[in-house]
């Protein structure tokens, strides 16, 4: 089993920042895949951002390139998101997710790939 708790939600200005954490316990935190994905009220869960086992690959989706950038760090079993240059509509809930992976360089932007979830953070930027 893996649990997921995220930290670092909130309410910023647009143009501001934050940081999202996402404490990872249960497992060997090395051997996990990690994504980020928001959900905004009346819509889909959308893929964020993800992170391969090592840490050497990344993906983004495209409205968050250049703004957004995940991380981990191994040692610590957390993985982040930093959330720079802020907009109105980046206002959802946040939710880290887990994908075991035998694989150390590969990474998932698929719901479908991860199946361990937290249980999310609000992120709410004003105009």
């Known amino acids: 089993q893996v649990q997921l708790v995220e930290s670092g939600g909130g309410l910023v200005q647009a143009g501001g920042s934050l940081r999202l954490s996402c404490a990872v316990s249960?497992?060997?935190?090395?051997?996990?895949?990690m994504g980020w994905f928001r959900q905004a009220p009346g819509k889909e869960r959308e893929f964020v951002a993800a992170i391969s086992r090592s840490g050497g690959t990344t993906d983004y989706t495209d409205s968050v390139k250049g703004r957004f950038t995940i991380s981990r760090d191994n040692a610590k079993n957390t993985a982040y998101l930093q959330m720079n240059s802020l907009k109105p509509e980046d206002t959802a809930v946040y939710y880290c997710?887990?994908?075991?992976?035998?694989?150390?360089?590969?990474?998932?932007?698929?719901?479908?790939?991860?199946?361990?979830w937290g249980q999310g953070t609000q992120v709410t930027v004003s105009s």
């Open positions: 249960g497992r060997t935190f090395s051997t996990c895949v």
């Open positions: 997710a887990a994908s075991l992976s035998p694989y150390s360089s590969h990474y998932y932007a698929s719901r479908s790939s991860y199946a361990y």
